[in-house]
Each structure stands twice: as C-alpha cells, then as structure tokens.
C-alpha cells in the first residue's frame, strides 16, 4: 500500500530479509529429464554434437544456464555420456553449469540427491552414474568430470563463449 514502510523497516532491521527474499524470487523448479519429451528431442542433437566434436578434435562444450541443483547439468551430461558410451576415443566434454543461487550451487556440488528425485530415470542409467549413498544416491566420477558449477548472473555477467549448446529452461523472472 502506499506509505506501508513495514516491509522496508523489516529489512532494516533485518537485512538477511533481502537474501530471503531474493530466494522466494528464484525459479527451482528442476527434475531429472525434467520435460521427457523436450530430451527425446535433444537425444539425437546430442549424438550429432559428439560426433562433430570427435570429427573436429574439439571438446563438446555446453552451458546449462540457470542449473538450479543441478538435475538438467547431469541429465544432459547423461545423455552425452550415453552418446559417448560405446566409443574408444570419446571428444572431451566441457559442461559449464551456472546459476546465482548459491544454495542450489552447493546442492548441485555435492551431488546428492534423494531416491525419490531419481525416479524418473531407468534403472540402467541409475547403475551406470550414480553410486547408492545411504538412503540417497550420488552422481558418479564420469558425470562429475563433465560438469563444472559456477556463479554466473545472467543479467549482468558476459556470456560463455565457444559452445556448442545452450540451455535454459530456469530462465529468471522478469518483472
């Protein structure tokens, strides 16, 4: 309302308000092949980025803007890994996954995500890159080595250059 200054007393005297705040705002909504139907898409654009990348010598280079914990870094490192899979002499991947939300960063990280998260993915491709960890499971070495996490704000950082792939399906909100 105006001329309601409850709220900006709020964050006077409580300035971690804002870091609150600003987590509200942000979008999480992520999954593991979150959008089925959109990797099925990808699937075969994925195979066709790792063979040029191994006809050229040149690394597959992807950015994952707005990775949130990471699921959609790891289901797209996946599906390189399965692309990948049967090859001697596979490119080399570069992943760069980023966000500004360094909670969901540090979940990405780690690497560890609850069974039920995992749901959704066949029991192969459980076994092959991810390793049980008490009631959880964790993202193996091979996806791992794949994919780097980073700060990165959309809005007021340059862009990755030289890649072969964007994706973005945790775009900020516009107000």
Not at 68 to 97: K, T, W
Request: aromatic share 8%; glycine share 6%.
């Amino acid at each position: 309302l105006p001329g309601d200054t409850y709220y900006l007393n709020l964050i006077e005297e409580r300035p971690e308000e804002l870091d609150t705040l600003a987590r509200d705002i942000l979008i999480s909504v992520t999954a593991f092949f979150r959008d089925a139907s959109a990797f099925e898409a990808l699937r075969p654009k994925i195979g066709a980025l790792c063979r040029r990348g191994k006809e050229s010598g040149q690394d597959v280079r992807v950015w994952v803007a707005g990775c949130a914990n990471g699921e959609e870094a790891y289901s797209i490192a996946m599906l390189i890994a399965e692309a990948l899979r049967d090859d001697p002499d596979p490119p080399g991947v570069q992943i760069f996954a980023t966000d500004i939300d360094d909670d969901a960063l540090a979940v990405a990280r780690r690497g560890l995500y609850p069974a039920a998260a995992l749901e959704t993915l066949s029991e192969p491709l459980l076994q092959r890159y991810f390793q049980p960890f008490n009631s959880a499971f964790e993202v193996g070495k091979r996806l791992r080595d794949m994919v780097v996490f980073a700060r990165h704000n959309l809005v007021s950082d340059p862009p990755f250059l030289r890649v072969d792939l964007v994706t973005c399906r945790n775009p900020p909100v516009s107000g």
